[in-house]
DNA sequence: AAGTGGTCTAGACCACAAC
DNA sequence: TTGTGGTCTAGACCACTTG
């Protein structure tokens, strides 16, 4: 049983005449879905799970069915939870995705990211290091902070396509090893979710077009006058908490980057 | 006064036991959405123009308020229609977006792109063409079909950043000349709205890592050795009709290309 | 048959903008 | 004061899944 900031017999933003600025004043569905947010982000219901049904969620919040609707249509929209008729409103989870990669915007240009199948892993190097200043920065960490740092290629039917170097939070990620990041089978943010509890909700990417250097060339197979994509991205869990900086070298002359505008 | 596919003291889906495929169904308030879409589509509400209330709505489509609401709701995250509390809800435009290109995606490293201002535009060349092989398929044209080229620099801080290539069906554009493109203020999209009557809705990017040829170089003070962005683009008017093509180099040096997932 | 999410309605009230 | 979109409720019924 939560207490509401504002509960539905005590009407939210009562709209003192006091004159002064807007109190922080939400709507109800608004509340109700911060409350929903805060037993995802505590574990109450694990990924891949259901949450209770919209009549258990009304009856524990003490509002209507509709308003738990509306929170939890938001929360599907942000990806956060997954609805299906008939059974249930299911936490989100990387394992289980339709599209394998969730985060991951390189097609083939022949369509079908499908008949390529999972990418290959080979992992080149994982150890702990300090955090420099743009590391730091990134993560919301300071300057020397121990970090877990991992490099490794991706292969798409043979071919070396994408070189990755990955930073993570060395508190949250203790103990990651080589053979994890190697051997899991499947999207490694599912591999987060199962062996550190660390769910990626959302990310922001800055691409440029680079040259790789003599070694990142000699990665990947190509020469140094290849240009690649250069995608820095920054994952984050619940609360806009980053928990990953990766940035990725793709080659782009037999895949693509694809954008949806709206 | 429009008839419903099933209206609703007809009510939808009936269920028949005929044992076969599930006839095409679609809840009411899809079918609303589909009818405003066609009214947006028809042009009987203009870009930047109010729509009428939900009330209104609600009684030309003999449907609750909610229905309606729940339509528009859709049509609002698609980015088609603006609400504005107090005021009513609006036909989108590019042309008073609360960020000013809505479709371009880079940003100066620098972070805040107001104070660059808006691009200055250079036009290179503007013409009618035949459609090549390409071209065709990206406009769902046939090869040989007219369309009109043009060629374009666009600046910030007299720096040359972009230089693009535009195809647009000759039909639907006709009449349009390097002036329009070069002297009017404010997004491109905008003056297609106000002279075409063709607005943008949706869009597609392919995005490659390329070297520039000598020409492209030289057209953005660069040598032939700098990476940039190949940013194919595909824009879309209503019923996914493509109606644009737009290929873009980005020089990647001073900017990036902003990308968010989740 | 029971339980879940999905749709639809009707009515009340709130917040905002314009007159 | 009026009209707009925004919130909240309560109840009915539909569609899908499971037992």
Known sequence: MS?????????????????????????????????????LQQGEWKPGEAI?????????FRVSQG?????????????????RQGKGTFVSTHAEQHVQYRFLKLLPDTGDARVEGPAQRRVIDCRRVRANADVARALALRSGDAVTQAR?????????????????????FKGLTAEQLANYQGPTYAMFELDFGVRMVRAEEKIRAVLPDEEQAQLL???????????????????????ELRRGLYRTDTHHYRNELS
């Open 152 to 172: 490794r290629i991706l292969s798409f039917a043979g071919v070396p396509t994408i070189l990755e170097d990955i930073w993570l939070p060395g508190q949250a």
């Open 67 to 83: 308003t738990v609707r509306k929170a939890i249509d938001e929360l599907a929209a942000e990806n956060l939870v997954m609805r």
């Open 3 to 39: 207490s509401l900031p504002f509960a539905a017999d005590n009407p939210a933003a009562p709209q003192g005449t006091a004159g002064v600025a807007t109190p922080a004043f939400s709507p109800l569905y608004q509340q109700i879905k911060g409350l929903i947010l805060q037993s």
């Open 52 to 60: 209770p049904s919209e009549m258990e969620l009304a009856a524990r």
């Open 221 to 243: 197979q190509i020469t140094p006058v290849t240009p690649l994509l250069s995608v820095e991205r920054i994952a984050y869990t619940y609360n806009d908490v980053p928990m």
